[in-house]
T-cell receptor
């Protein structure tokens, strides 16, 4: 039971570089989310998806893009990384929107440092 | 804008003690409230979900209550154990297409 898997787990970038974080879930969930977690600020929603081929902006979408070409995968891209994007990124998935059915599963996080 | 506050930010208790973690929110128009556990370097694990029409939920040694009118929820942990050491976060769903999370309470249970 892999659940939600994020790759890579750690990455260091230089300002201006691009990268993609991959999230994969094996629970056949419709809903997937990308959050960032910063000290003292809780988790904030970046983008989310309500199904294959659909994406929507969350609270802090600027500087990020996402794609959901396959139901099981949700990609988060940084086109031109900035130091303000240094954070821990979490992917999550659920069967009910925003875990309304009580099933909200998180990956273990991807720690990104932008120098 | 919904704001979620968790006090205290950190708590240390001896093993066996019963304890209460607090969560307050500013907008009482919520769909549900969830409690999560986060171990160091790990993702979040759902503990309890309370729908807006419910007053409390229980799972094993955990009991979560919800008082919408006062904008408060508590997570009660009975007979705490060292394995309960983690950060506990609450999050509210106000139907605005995002969960609003608190910053968490870091709990340490001393053996």
């Amino acid at each position: 039971n892999a659940g939600v898997t994020q790759t890579p787990k750690f990455r260091v970038l230089k300002t201006g570089q691009s990268m993609t974080l991959l999230c994969a879930q094996d629970m056949n969930h419709e809903y997937m989310y990308w959050y960032r977690q910063d000290p003292g600020m809780g988790l904030r929603l970046i983008h989310y998806s309500v199904g294959e081929g659909t994406t929507a902006k969350g609270e802090v979408p600027d500087g990020y893009n996402v794609s959901r070409l396959k139901k099981q995968n949700f990609l988060l891209g940084l086109e031109s990384a900035a130091p303000s994007q240094t954070s821990v990124y979490f992917c999550a998935s659920s069967s009910g929107l925003f875990g309304s059915t009580g099933e909200l599963f998180f990956g273990e996080g991807s720690r990104l440092t932008v120098l | 804008k919904q704001e979620v506050t968790q006090i205290p930010a950190a708590l240390s208790v001896p093993e066996g003690e019963n304890l209460v973690l607090n969560c307050s929110f500013t907008d009482s128009a919520i769909y549900n409230l969830q409690w999560f556990r986060q171990d160091p370097g790990k993702g979040l694990t759902s503990l309890l979900l309370i729908q807006s029409s419910q007053r409390e939920q229980t799972s094993g040694r955990l009991n979560a209550s919800l008082d919408k009118s006062s904008g408060r929820s508590t997570l009660y942990i009975a007979a705490s154990q060292p394995g309960d050491s983690a950060t506990y976060l609450c999050a509210v769903d106000t139907g605005r297409r995002a969960l609003t999370f608190g910053s968490g309470t870091r709990l340490q249970v001393q053996p």
